[in-house]
């Protein structure tokens, strides 16, 4: 039996229950892998549900308002997935009479749809006999044919893809890479893999040599940098500034407490917060009481984030000089506005203590 056999027979008694596998159709596998980058399936879970409920398809998607399809996916994170989705329902509604596209090919001149996803959609939704190779996939291919070089350098990928390809059984491509995934995902885990209930252990040449563990091989890792960041919470008559992030910055679209990164010139945060506010809103404030700091992990780098109460000059008017839009915002409608993470943990923040009486609206 070969490693594939096994493979697809262990699939098919063992395969998770997952929302977009038992109602499948196009959209919910290209939402479900769209989400699914870069993002673990327990966190996804919510989201998939709660999108399905108000976008279940894509004419519905593409006809809703691009503030309301970034609250849906705010805490998600990487929201570009989010415009990308909402950009292709748009384009497939408009130019290709409001049908997804059926071959990895096609599905690649979509934004937001590569390699990966291209071959995931095209094999589970649409039977095309093509590969996927995803993190997890990586990994089981690496560590059942041992593979030596770096997985994610330009020659280790090319082998994974041309084994992952190799390998796959005619006409059943979407159990194939369905099946790795789960794999990868439950057994073949990044650390302390099950091998001893492992359903191809006898096809692995890792487990054999005793380095599973060490494979895939992992290119150097990079030092990772971080940033301090300033933020100011300005108040007015009980409405607080919100600023706009130009859509083709990290976080587009989605809005923010003004203010920005430490500067070598600055001589403190306070020093850097006004530097920062003038330059983004052409205004000057008053930078009053610390209110928190924050840290927070994006993909590339590191930020700790420290926020202040600040009032405006007699007389300001803030400009987005630097940004989108800004808008005066009530307290309470805070949680209308998607945010990133770090923002909404401030704008919590602020209704709780507002709403308890240690603030004044």
């Known amino acids: 039996m070969s490693f594939a056999d096994s493979l697809l027979d262990w699939y098919a008694k063992n395969a998770r229950e997952l929302p977009w596998r038992s109602q499948q159709s196009p959209y919910r596998t290209w939402i479900s892998e769209i989400m699914l980058q870069q993002t673990q399936v327990e966190t996804v879970i919510p989201y998939f549900i709660g999108w399905m409920m108000r976008f279940p398809d894509i004419e519905t998607l593409a006809k809703a308002d691009a503030q309301e399809v970034l609250?849906?996916?705010?805490?998600?994170?990487?929201?570009?997935?989010?415009?990308?989705?909402?950009?292709?329902?748009?384009m497939i509604m408009e130019e290709m009479e409001g049908e997804l596209p059926q071959t990895t090919k096609e599905l690649q001149q979509l934004p937001g749809i590569g390699p990966y996803t291209g071959g995931a959609i095209a094999s589970i939704a649409f039977e095309e006999d093509v590969p996927a190779v995803d993190g997890n996939i990586r990994r089981v291919l690496s560590r059942i044919f041992n593979v030596s070089e770096p997985a994610r350098s330009t020659e280790g990928e090319k082998i994974i893809w041309d084994l992952a390809k190799q390998h796959l059984p005619k006409g059943k491509a979407s159990e194939y890479n369905q099946a790795l995934m789960d794999l990868g995902a439950t057994i073949c885990t990044p650390k302390e893999p099950?091998?001893?209930?492992?359903?191809?252990?006898?096809?692995?040449?890792?487990?054999?040599?005793?380095?599973?563990?060490?494979?895939?091989?992992?290119?150097?890792?990079?030092?990772?940098?971080?940033?301090?960041?300033?933020?100011?919470?300005?108040?007015?008559?009980?409405?607080?500034?919100?600023?706009?992030?130009?859509?083709?910055?990290?976080?587009?679209?989605?809005?923010?407490?003004?203010?920005?990164?430490?500067?070598?010139?600055d001589a403190d945060l306070g020093d850097c917060l006004r530097r920062e506010i003038e330059e983004e809103l052409g205004v000057n404030v008053k930078?009053?009481?610390?209110?928190?700091?924050?840290?927070?992990?994006?993909?590339?780098?590191?930020?700790?984030?420290?926020?202040?109460?600040?009032?405006?000059?007699?007389?300001?008017?803030?400009?987005?000089?630097?940004?989108?839009?800004?808008?005066?915002?009530?307290?309470?409608?805070?949680?209308?506005?998607?945010?990133?993470?770090?923002d909404r943990l401030i704008a919590n923040r602020l209704e709780k203590e507002i709403r308890d009486g240690r603030l004044q609206g």
Not at 225 to 242: F, K, M, N, W
Not at 318 to 329: K, N, T
């Open 194 to 265: 099950m091998c001893a209930i492992c359903p191809v252990s006898g096809d692995c040449l890792a487990f054999k040599l005793g380095v599973q563990e060490e494979r895939p091989v992992k290119l150097p890792r990079k030092k990772t940098p971080r940033h301090i960041v300033t933020a100011a919470v300005i108040q007015r008559d009980g409405y607080v500034l919100l600023a706009q992030r130009h859509n083709d910055r990290l976080l587009g679209g989605l809005w923010e407490f003004p203010g920005g990164t430490l500067e070598e010139q």
């Open 71 to 90: 609250s849906y996916w705010e805490g998600l994170g990487y929201y570009s997935r989010a415009r990308n989705l909402h950009k292709a329902a748009r």
């Open 287 to 342: 930078v009053g009481m610390p209110f928190g700091k924050y840290k927070h992990a994006y993909t590339h780098f590191k930020i700790t984030l420290h926020a202040f109460l600040c009032e405006l000059s007699p007389g300001e008017e803030p400009q987005p000089l630097a940004s989108q839009a800004i808008d005066w915002v009530a307290v309470e409608n805070l949680g209308d506005y998607p945010m990133g993470k770090v």
